[in-house]
């Protein structure tokens, strides 16, 4: 059985794998935004609605992101911190 190289987790589902680049996506495009005015990159941070919205834009329905969503905490991919989500670059 083939595994993840190191310091990179499996994605089996095609759906997660996509919430992943657009939360990823979303993020690039707050730091692009930030560094443009001036702003420390480190200010960045995508909201769960934002990352809802792209996801629906991008054909996922409301369930499918919600399961997804569930999932990705539950293995520790993505932080929640109300209101905003972000990628946990922490390997465990």
Not at 35 to 44: D, L, Q, T, V
Request: charge should be negative.
């Amino acid at each position: 059985m083939a595994s993840a190289p190191p310091g990179e987790k499996e994605i089996a589902d095609p759906n997660a794998a996509c919430v992943l680049a657009w939360l990823s996506e979303l993020y690039e495009e707050h730091k692009e935004n930030l560094r443009k005015g001036g702003i420390p990159a480190i200010n960045a941070h995508v909201e769960l609605e934002e990352l809802r919205e792209r996801a629906t834009v991008r054909g996922l329905s409301e369930k499918a992101f919600q399961k997804v969503f569930i999932a990705l905490l539950d293995s520790e991919r993505i932080i929640y911190e109300e209101p905003y989500v972000r990628l946990n670059y922490d390997d465990k």
